[in-house]
């Protein structure tokens, strides 16, 4: 009997050292642990237009480790751009009117841009601009505007005359436009009804809805490392991250001061041990991309 206490009791006197071994184990993997990471600690502030610099408060920031950029690239190739060729071959309007819109890549037909960029062979050759602008420059004919002298019935009993006043004509209308380029202004309102930009803009927005939401998606579910809230003073901090490259991001949201809207998507670099600083401001601010995105044709 006394042969099994005293067995038992250097049994207990030797397994005792064992949790002190286990825990300087776990010290030493926490201490590792800590030093193979790093901090990312970053200040947010952004400017309204001649005004001072004020913080980014109580917005979400997120760590990612791909570009917002290239994340919605990325997207981009599971939710295809609208194809414009396609979208104008399907409209019903002249051929000569689909070849200029592909020629421009672009499907307005409206504003001071678009008749102040038209020349007058263009007006003269496709058949929706020439009768836009014949209806808008009608009342002046009879003062100064030139008047045909061509007859269509001679197209066919006198091909020869009718052709040769009909290229004066031209001639003259190409010289009148030349001469007097505000007769283009406001032609476009001749043409609200023929313009297929309301059509391909909303259809743009629509793509560009689903690009972006899934451009998030993406971001939160592949190549999300950690987030955070700034507070009152615009800091925030992402703690214990593994070394590498990465970007702070906004995921959509946008900082505002004033006429000012802008967001980050700035990369860095994360050391083992470190901790790295950032400043983020409107001189390393984009605009938002959706508004980026947002040029339609």
């Known amino acids: 009997m006394a042969l099994f206490i005293g067995s038992l009791l250097v049994a207990l006197t030797i397994a005792r050292p064992a949790p002190l071994a286990a825990q300087s184990v776990q010290s030493v993997q926490s201490v590792q642990s800590a030093q193979s990471t790093g901090h990312v600690e970053f200040t947010a502030l952004v400017a309204p237009t001649g005004g001072r610099p004020e913080p980014v408060r109580q917005l979400t920031f997120y760590l990612l480790r791909k570009s917002m950029e290239n994340i919605r690239a990325e997207a981009l190739q599971m939710a295809p751009a609208p194809d414009l060729d396609k979208f104008i071959d399907r409209?019903?309007?002249?051929?000569?009117?689909?070849?200029?819109?592909?020629?421009?890549?672009?499907?307005?037909?409206?504003?001071?841009?678009?008749?102040?960029?038209?020349?007058?062979?263009?007006?003269?050759?496709?058949?929706?601009?020439?009768?836009?602008?014949?209806?808008?420059?009608?009342?002046?004919?009879g003062a100064g505007f030139p008047e045909p002298k061509y007859k269509e019935k001679e197209r066919t009993t006198k091909p020869e005359k009718y052709k040769a006043q009909k290229d004066q004509y031209e001639a003259a209308i190409r010289k009148f436009i030349t001469a007097a380029p505000d007769s283009v202004?406001?032609?476009?309102?001749?043409?609200?009804?023929?313009?297929?930009?309301?059509?391909?803009?909303?259809?743009?927005?629509?793509?560009?809805?689903?690009?972006?939401?899934?451009?998030?998606?993406?971001?939160?579910?592949?190549?999300?490392?950690?987030?955070?809230?700034?507070?009152?003073?615009?800091?925030?901090?992402?703690?214990?991250v593994a070394m590498g490259n990465y970007w702070i991001s906004m995921l959509g949201g946008e900082a505002i001061a004033g006429d000012v809207r802008l967001h980050w998507d700035i990369p860095v670099t994360v050391r083992r041990g470190e901790t790295t600083r950032v400043e983020l401001s409107n001189l390393n601010a984009t605009r938002p991309a959706i508004e980026s995105q947002n040029s339609t044709n």
Do not use: C
């Not at 841009?113 to 050759?125: A, Q, W, Y």
């Not at 743009?204 to 700034?230: G, I, P, V, W």
């Open 91 to 141: 409209l019903d309007v002249s051929a000569e009117l689909k070849a200029w819109m592909k020629k421009h890549h672009s499907v307005r037909l409206a504003g001071g841009d678009f008749t102040k960029g038209l020349t007058p062979e263009e007006i003269l050759n496709i058949p929706e601009f020439f009768k836009a602008y014949m209806a808008h420059n009608a009342a002046y004919r």
């Open 185 to 240: 202004k406001g032609m476009d309102l001749e043409m609200i009804d023929l313009n297929p930009f309301p059509k391909w803009a909303s259809l743009a927005a629509k793509q560009n809805q689903l690009l972006d939401s899934r451009t998030f998606q993406m971001a939160q579910e592949r190549y999300l490392a950690s987030r955070a809230d700034t507070d009152l003073d615009g800091n925030g901090s992402f703690a214990s």
